[in-house]
C-alpha cells in the first residue's frame, strides 16, 4: 500500500508551497484522501524525475555532500540525541513491518500448502490453480524492484525534521533543526500564544495528544501534577522528536493579542537609502512583543524636549519576536523619526515600546492571493505581511505594487527581486511617480492588469492618505469585495 502524506509534509517532499498543492486538490489535480495524499498520487501528479530539483532533494544531498558538517547539523539537522531517538523510532517501525510481513509470509505459504493438500485429497484441480497462483503472487511479491527515491525521501525527511499538527485548528508545520516547538510555529507562521519565550511565564503551555518531545532548554515555570498527568508542556522548551500533535489555542485577530509595554534597546540604525532608516530595536530575552504581522505599534524615547513618542508599523515578521525592524523616511515629520535623522537617538538607547495596535493583518484561514500596495514606507507593514505569509505558505500566490514618490522610495527593491527569485508564485512591480494621488491611479491601472480575479484575492494597501483612499475606491470599483480590503494610513 502505497505510504499517505500530510499537506505539509508533500509539499516539503516535492519543494512546493502548501498554498499550491491546496489548489491542486480544489481543482480536482490532486486527490486526497481524508486529507492525505498517497504517495503514488504525489508520484502521478509531479513525475519521479522530477525530485531532483526539488527543495527536500536538494537539502538531503547537502547534508550527505557536507558530511555533516558542524554548520549543516546546527542548521538543518536537529540534536544528536532527538536524532538518534528518531532513528530508534523508525528502526523499531521497521522491525515491526518486519515482524508483520514474515508472519504474512508464513500465512501465505501455509495457505498454498494447505490447498496443495485438500486439491490432491480431492482430485481438484481448481484448488492446485488457485495454490498455483498464490506461489506466483508470492514470488512476484518477493521480486519486487527496489524502492523509488521518493520513497526513500518520505523515510529520509521523516528522521531529519517532525511534523506538529495544532489542534483544534489542524494547521500543521515542519520542526528542523534544533528549534523548539514554539520556534518553528511562529517561523512557519502559527499564532501560538507565549510570553517571554524562556521557559518563565508559561503561557505557550500546550497539551500532548500524542508523540514523543524532548526538554531542549531549561525551564523555571513549575507544571502541577494534574497538568503533567494530562500531558501539558511547554512549547518553548521542547522539540518534537516524533511527529506530535498538540492542542493549544491560536489568536485569530487582533483581539486575541494582549497589549504590551515593554523597554527595548536600539541594536542598529542602518541607512536603507540616503533618506532612508532602518530602526532595529531588540527587546530583552524575557519579555518579547508578541503582534500579527501588519500591526504597529507606540515607541518612546526620551530627550531634553521630553519624552518623544510615535507611532510606527513593523516592517518585521512575527516569527523573530525579539527583533523589531522599522522603516523612517527623513521626509518623516514625527518627532522620533526627526530625532533619528538628527542622529539624537544611538544604537544601545532604550526605547518604549507599547502595543500592537491596528487590524491591517492577514485572515488567519484564508488561502486566497494576495494584492499587497505601498507608497514609499507603506512598504514597511506590506514586508511584515509578506514574510509572514511566505512563512505560512497558505497563500496561492503574491502580487506586489511599489510606488515612489522620491528617489530613493524603492529603497529595498532588491529584496523584492530575491522574493521573486526564490518563489515563482510571487510577482512585483516597481512604479514612480511624484505625486502619491496621480500614482495611485498608476498603481490600479497595473493592477487590473495583472489580477483579474481581484474579488478572489485579499488586498492590502499602505502609504499616505492621499494614496490609500483612492486606490481601495478605485479596486473596489474594478470588483475587490470591502471585506477583503484593508487600508493603512502610513
Same mark, same amino acid.
Given at each position: &500500500?502505497? @505510504? &499517505?502524506?500530510?499537506?505539509?509534509?508533500?509539499?516539503?517532499?516535492?519543494?512546493? /508551497?502548501?498554498?499550491?498543492?491546496? %489548489?491542486?486538490?480544489?481543482?480536482?489535480?490532486?486527490?486526497?484522501?481524508?486529507?492525505?495524499?498517497?504517495?503514488?498520487?504525489?508520484?502521478? !501528479?509531479? /513525475?519521479?524525475?522530477?525530485?531532483?530539483?526539488?527543495?527536500?532533494?536538494? %537539502?538531503? $544531498? @547537502?547534508i550527505r555532500e557536507a558530511s555533516f558538517g558542524k554548520r549543516v547539523r546546527e542548521r538543518m539537522l536537529p540534536s544528536q540525541e532527538v536524532l538518534a531517538q528518531r532513528l530508534f523510532v523508525q528502526s523499531r517501525e521497521l522491525a515491526d513491518l518486519r515482524r508483520y510481513l514474515n508472519a504474512y509470509h508464513a500465512l501465505v505459504v501455509d495457505g498454498e500448502r494447505r490447498l496443495r493438500e485438500l486439491g490432491r485429497a480431492r482430485n481438484d484441480g481448481g484448488l492446485q490453480a488457485l495454490a498455483d497462483e498464490m506461489q506466483t503472487g508470492l514470488r512476484r511479491a518477493l521480486g519486487t524492484e527496489p524502492a523509488e527515491t521518493m520513497d526513500a525521501m518520505v523515510n529520509m525527511l521523516n528522521v531529519i525534521s517532525a511534523q506538529v499538527t495544532v489542534r483544534p485548528s489542524g494547521h500543521q508545520f515542519l520542526l528542523e533543526g534544533n528549534d523548539s516547538i514554539l520556534q518553528a510555529g511562529l517561523k512557519a507562521g502559527m499564532r501560538f500564544a507565549y510570553g517571554c519565550g524562556t521557559g518563565t511565564c508559561g503561557l505557550c503551555k500546550a497539551r500532548v495528544v500524542s508523540g514523543d518531545l524532548r526538554q531542549i532548554e531549561h525551564s523555571d515555570y513549575p507544571l502541577s501534577e494534574a497538568e503533567k498527568q494530562q500531558g501539558y508542556a511547554l512549547l518553548c522548551t521542547h522539540t518534537a522528536v516524533t511527529d506530535v500533535v498538540v492542542e493549544t489555542l491560536e489568536a485569530h485577530g487582533p483581539a486575541d493579542i494582549p497589549a504590551q509595554d515593554l523597554v527595548a534597546t536600539v541594536r542598529a540604525i542602518d541607512a536603507l537609502a540616503p533618506d532612508t532608516r532602518l530602526l532595529h530595536l531588540q527587546t530583552p530575552r524575557s519579555s518579547r512583543l508578541r503582534f500579527l504581522a501588519g500591526q504597529s505599534v507606540t515607541l518612546g524615547t526620551p530627550s531634553e524636549q521630553g519624552d518623544l513618542q510615535q507611532s510606527a508599523a513593523l516592517a518585521s515578521c512575527p516569527c523573530d519576536e525579539r527583533n523589531l525592524h522599522f522603516h523612517f523616511s527623513r521626509e518623516d515629520e514625527g518627532p522620533l523619526a526627526q530625532a533619528l535623522f538628527a542622529g539624537r537617538v544611538k544604537p544601545g538607547a532604550a526605547v518604549s515600546v507599547r502595543g500592537p495596535s491596528g487590524d491591517f493583518v492577514l485572515d488567519a484561514d484564508s488561502t486566497r492571493s494576495l494584492v499587497l500596495i505601498a507608497c514609499d514606507t507603506g512598504f514597511a507593514p506590506i514586508k511584515s505581511l509578506l514574510e509572514h505569509a511566505m512563512a505560512g505558505e497558505n497563500s496561492e500566490a503574491f502580487d506586489l505594487y511599489w510606488l515612489a514618490t522620491r528617489p530613493?522610495?524603492?529603497?529595498?527593491?532588491?529584496?523584492?527581486?530575491?522574493? !521573486?527569485?526564490?518563489?515563482?508564485?510571487?510577482?512585483? @512591480?516597481?512604479? $514612480?511617480?511624484?505625486?502619491? #494621488?496621480?500614482?495611485?491611479?498608476?498603481?490600479?491601472? #497595473? !493592477?487590473?492588469?495583472?489580477?483579474?480575479?481581484?474579488?478572489?484575492?485579499?488586498?492590502?494597501? #499602505?502609504?499616505?492618505?492621499?494614496?490609500?483612499? /483612492?486606490?481601495?475606491e478605485g479596486l473596489r470599483g474594478a470588483g475587490a469585495l470591502p471585506g477583503r480590503m484593508r487600508g493603512l494610513f502610513t
Open positions: &500500500m502505497s @505510504q &499517505m502524506l500530510s499537506l505539509a509534509r508533500a509539499a516539503q517532499l516535492i519543494g512546493l /508551497p502548501r498554498g499550491a498543492l491546496q %489548489k491542486m486538490v480544489r481543482s480536482g489535480e490532486l486527490l486526497t484522501c481524508d486529507g492525505l495524499i498517497t504517495l503514488d498520487e504525489l508520484r502521478r !501528479a509531479f /513525475p519521479a524525475a522530477a525530485i531532483e530539483d526539488a527543495g527536500a532533494f536538494e %537539502k538531503v $544531498t @547537502q530613493d522610495g524603492h529603497y529595498l527593491a532588491n529584496q523584492c527581486r530575491a522574493w !521573486a527569485a526564490a518563489f515563482d508564485q510571487f510577482r512585483f @512591480q516597481l512604479l $514612480t511617480d511624484s505625486s502619491a #494621488a496621480a500614482g495611485a491611479w498608476q498603481v490600479i491601472e #497595473a !493592477a487590473l492588469a495583472t489580477r483579474k480575479e481581484l474579488a478572489q484575492c485579499d488586498v492590502f494597501v #499602505a502609504g499616505s492618505a492621499e494614496f490609500v483612499e /483612492p486606490v481601495i
